[in-house]
């Protein structure tokens, strides 16, 4: 057993773990953030996607004492408390979700995209969120939802 | 008249809970002192379970439960047809099917566990193709025969009109065969059960689900000592109505956000196996499947073999079908007596068939069990059908939507289960598709309508 400190949607927490806790364990099981989901633990399906330090990561894959100290932002972080971040508004209008289950991931993989390019085009929007399956087949509305948001970022009306 | 959100777009009703986080799955709740389930599988396709000891991996600290086919109190279950274990007694009848099950204090112990479980499997001889498990000297997977019944016959007969008759009117016999193969759901969200004992005695199960009475009735059934109520619907509400069975107001089914499911979350794949530790360990018992369990042994669309033989006139009338379906069930029955009725009753498709003949056969191989999946065994049907008309098209040197107009039912044709239709606008949609589409239809079929054909 070890102490993970890390910085989750702005709180500190210090966590007990064990040298193959993974990140995904401790948010869920440990801090109860349910947000990042468990859809295979093997990295494929994007459904645990967060970001660490501002970079998108498989939570499921990232062992939690490797990011010692980390900042880490869950779906539950990307807007705070009472209001919509423009990603999730936009998913919202544009009926982006169906089942709602890779929808955490989604809109955590559209916000590593627009923090590092906030106009971009369909396809960088299709490889930025090729990580991330939906089996729901929503895809059409969510790149139409990521768009919008975009937009709304360009015209100056949108958080980052 | 005046509508109040018809032909508005309106927003979906959980999707703020989608977006925010905040949409609870049942992998969401979390019950101070709940218990981690594995299960063991069964490596082999087929076989006979010689021995079973798990008394070292009852002593392991950390375990609270081990169970096993004794410990179910009714070990027999199924939507329609009672043919299935919830822990194999003895026979194995595909890789994969469960043995034994661990309710633990962390994943690890209940694996560590489960590789304590001995076991002995005497491996038989599989079989795998539908078409070798119909011959009589094929190993069997089930004890009643490989074919089921259905009304006496080894397959569900529909028809309509004098088969032979009609294929003697024919100038063409075509004649394929259609494969459709199996397929996972493969929802995100994979099954996930969490059973909590109450202290009033009652259980509650938390479960992903698309029908909870179709696993409320089963569930019940093998908790209750096999109490049996009727399979039938209509029964089963009189003996409700009567003040209702015993098991059922002692369990409390909690559906909810379920994360995909596709026809899969209408098994019971995770609920009896969760409950069943809950009620042996006096503590809340999660099962979450891993990704390879959903993807090798949790129910699927079984594959079909689909074979159409069409008498065909030279201007294009189909005036015989025979259509021989055999599905692929796997080692159970689970929905697969109802998904070929549907299936028989569809194959045949939209059209104006004066004689028609469908067989459709159920056959059980040594594969995990087949179940729901979009559409009930229509969707191969439609599939192999609409294929079929492209080829009578192809071989009559004719235009694909000039065949299908020509065929196309209409008001007062009889299907092949012989209802009578009265409200069809089948011509009238291939109209408005190929002005979409922007296909020219001759003037024959562009004023065409759906009314009474002449006789």
Known sequence: MALLEIKVNGREYQVAVDATTSLLTVLREHLHITGPKVGCETGDCGACSVLVNGKLRRACLTNALTIQGAEVVTVEGVGGSGRLHTLQKAFYENHATQCGFCTPGMIMASKALLDENPNPTEMEIKEALSGNLCRCASYPNIITAVKSAAQKVTDGGGDR | MTYKSVGESKPRYNALAHVTGEAR????????????????????????????????????????????????????????????????????????????????????????????????????????????????????????????????????????????????????????????????????????????????????????????????????????????????????????????????????????????????????????????????????????????????????HSPWRITFKDGVTKDGRIVARQVFTLHDAGAYTGFSSYVVDKHAFYVAGPYHLPNVQVKCSVVYTNKAPTGAIRGFGVTPGTYACEIQMNMIAERLGMDPWDLRFVNAMRNGDQLATRTRLESVYLIETMQKLAEVVNHPLNEEYATLTSAPREI
């Not at chain 2, 962390?106 to 694996?111: K, L, M, P, Q, S």
């Not at chain 2, 193709?129 to 259905?150: F, I, Q, S």
């Not at chain 2, 196996?273 to 809950?278: D, G, H, P």
Request: glycine share 10%; charged share 25%; net charge negative.
């Open chain 2, 25 to 300: 799955y049942v992998d969401d709740i979390f019950i101070p002192g709940t218990l981690t389930v594995k299960v063991l599988r069964s490596p082999v396709h087929k076989g006979i379970i010689r021995k079973l000891d798990i008394s070292k991996a009852e002593k392991i600290p950390g375990v609270y439960g081990v169970i096993v086919a004794a410990d179910v109190p009714c070990n027999t279950y199924g939507y329609l047809t009672l043919d299935q274990a919830v822990l194999a007694e003895k026979e194995i009848r595909y890789m994969g099917e469960p043995i034994a099950a661990v309710a633990a204090d962390t994943v690890e112990i209940a694996n560590e566990a489960l590789d304590l479980i001995e076991f002995d499997i005497e491996k038989q001889t599989p079989v795998f193709d539908p078409l070798e498990a119909m011959k009589p000297d094929a190993p069997k997977v089930r004890p009643e025969g490989n074919v089921l019944m259905v009304g006496g016959r080894p397959y569900r007969l529909v028809y309509n009109g004098d088969i032979e008759k009609g294929f003697a009117q024919a100038d063409e016999i075509v004649e394929n065969t259609f494969f459709f193969p199996s397929q996972e759901h493969a929802p995100i969200e994979p099954q996930v059960s969490l059973a909590v004992p109450e202290k009033d005695g009652r259980l509650t199960i938390h479960t992903v689900t698309q029908g909870m009475h179709f696993l409320l009735k089963q569930i019940q059934r093998i908790l209750g000592q096999g109490e049996d109520l009727s399979h039938r619907w209509s029964e089963r509400m009189q003996y409700s109505s009567r003040g209702g069975h015993l098991g059922w107001s002692d369990i409390k089914y909690v559906g909810g956000n379920v994360g995909g499911a596709f026809g899969g979350k209408t098994e019971l794949h995770a609920d009896a196996i969760a409950a069943l530790l809950a009620l042996k360990t006096g503590r809340p018992c999660k099962w979450r499947w891993t990704r390879e369990e959903e993807m090798l042994h949790s129910a699927r």
